[in-house]
């Protein structure tokens, strides 16, 4: 039985995440939606209930917005991540 608020819509876009002081990894989010992501991701090492940075470079031709995210990992599966969104994005021109 699906439990999402809101309906997820299938991508494919790149997704630098990274925990609080550390380093990021790239990944690609495989499905999004206001609320949250699924990052296919092979070693996140991160257990539910952890809060992570997200940044989804988006290209809009010739500007590159940046989405800055929280988001906290809701589960962990053996192909990536489901992460809840927090707040509000800041959207910066690269």
């Known amino acids: 039985m699906e439990r999402r608020l809101l309906e997820r819509n299938k ?7 990274s925990v609080p002081g ?12 206001a609320m949250g992501v699924f990052l296919e ?3 996140l090492g991160l257990p539910a209930g952890t809060v992570v940075n997200l940044v989804f470079a988006v290209n809009l031709g010739d500007t590159v917005r940046l ?5 906290v990992v809701t589960h ?5 991540a489901g ?5 509000r994005s ?5």
Not at 67 to 71: E, L, Q, T, V, Y
Not at 83 to 87: P, T
Not at 90 to 94: D, E, F, Q
């Open 22 to 33: 550390g380093r990021m990894q790239r990944c690609k989010a495989r499905n999004l939606s």
């Open 41 to 43: 991701i092979k070693s």
């Open 83 to 87: 992460l809840m969104m927090q707040g």
């Open 67 to 71: 989405h800055r995210r929280k988001a």
């Open 11 to 17: 991508v494919s876009t790149t997704v630098y995440l």
């Open 90 to 94: 800041h959207v910066r021109p690269a």
């Open 76 to 80: 962990v599966t053996n192909n990536g």
